[in-house]
């Protein structure tokens, strides 16, 4: 199993050696190969990928996933759950990027927090290094009275376009009825941005 993550490790060393790594990913799965030709390594069946960037540790569980350890990126699909410290996130697919501290989770997103906090949305892009999220289209906040509010910010019993949390303060940021809201797509990791 060694063997499987420090060969591509090697590999890319030798393709890209004016890059830094960070510290490599643990990654475990039922199914797992490294693509040499596409970059990534491509896991099926019990998913689960760890990721420690500067102190900084987000957990992915999924049916499935790539993870490129060059562009430190990870998609998954499939029953994902995104953990970072006490936040937890269950969607259809999850595209993360250790670099710029983020995740953008799409699909039946369900939120929870340890402050009795519940948030079902469309789409959320969370970054962990603010521990800012931003949850878009069709938004239902459920949430216990010791919950904070930014000022002249107030839950109603209403669907939102864009609720904005800060999981480090406990606060509801925003609450907007009418929002554009961003297309979040995820990218293929075969594009050539990735």
């Not at 940021?173 to 594009?191: G, N, R, Y």
Request: with cysteine; glycine share 4%.
């Amino acid at each position: 199993m060694k063997l499987i993550k420090i060969l591509p490790l090697m590999l890319l060393l030798l393709v890209a050696p004016a890059r830094s790594f960070a510290a490599m990913p643990d990654i475990t799965a039922g199914e797992m190969y490294f693509d040499v030709f596409k970059g990534y390594y491509v896991l099926n069946n019990n998913v689960r990928v760890v990721m420690n960037n500067h102190g900084v540790t987000a957990t992915i569980t999924a049916d499935g996933a790539k993870v490129n350890v060059l562009t430190q990126k990870c998609w998954a699909e499939g029953s994902v759950t995104f953990t970072h410290d006490t936040a937890i996130f269950s969607c259809d697919n999850a595209f993360l990027q250790w670099k710029t501290k983020t995740a953008e989770v799409v699909g039946s997103v369900k939120f929870a927090s340890p402050n009795n906090l519940a948030v079902t949305s469309s789409t959320a892009i969370f970054n962990w290094k603010t521990k800012i999220v931003d949850f878009y289209g069709g938004v239902n906040v459920t949430a216990e009275q010791n919950l904070n509010f930014e000022s002249g910010v107030q839950l109603e019993n209403k669907i939102y376009e864009h609720v904005c949390y800060s999981v480090a303060e406990n606060k509801i940021l925003a609450l907007d009825e009418t929002f554009s809201s961003p297309q979040i797509k995820i990218p293929s990791p075969d594009s050539e941005e990735n």
